[in-house]
């Protein structure tokens, strides 16, 4: 049993509220220990610590690893180091447009100002010409805007 090998399971473990996206790719798993054959440890770090789906992504990350044979699982939760949208990979941020959301942009900043949230790319034409409706989406982590070439509303995913 390798690392790469438990990685690989895990894309096929979603994010509840994203079903394009798997926790690989979304930047929640972030760290893997295969000890041995028989027990491995994972570690996950949510998007923000009152995120719902806490423990069904706990339960999806331990299902697929057990399915792998793996007869220990621990799957640990840690806010030590805060998620972040720039651990979104390439193929996340692809998967995010597929469903219909902005990716956010990269940034190298501490703090984030609103005007981040102005200059967001729309999903469906890739047009800048954007409106921000509102900074508040239906969920912490997205808000709500309006494009003014393909005249669509879409949500963005916030950069954090």
Excluded at 61 to 68: G, I, T
Excluded at 100 to 105: F, I, K, R
Aim: hydrophobic share 40%; glycine share 4%.
């Amino acid at each position: 049993m390798t690392r790469q090998e438990v990685l690989s399971a895990l894309q096929s473990v979603r994010d509840p509220e994203i079903p394009t996206i798997s926790v690989v790719d979304m930047g929640i798993i972030t760290d893997v220990e295969v000890e041995s054959d028989a027990h491995v440890r994972v570690t996950m770090t949510p998007t923000f610590v009152g995120c719902p789906a806490i423990d069904v992504m706990r339960s999806d990350v331990e299902a697929a690893v057990r399915a792998l044979g793996v007869e220990q699982v621990e799957v640990a939760v840690t806010f030590d180091v805060p998620w972040t949208t720039n651990r979104l990979t390439d193929r996340g941020r692809a998967a995010l447009l597929e469903h219909g959301l902005a990716p956010p942009e990269q940034f190298d900043t501490l703090t984030l100002e609103l005007e981040v949230l102005n200059n967001v790319a729309c999903p469906y034409c890739g047009s800048r010409k954007t409106t921000l409706k509102s900074p508040f989406g239906p969920t912490l982590c997205r808000s709500l805007h309006y494009c003014n070439e393909c005249r669509q509303a879409f949500e963005g995913f916030k950069p954090v």
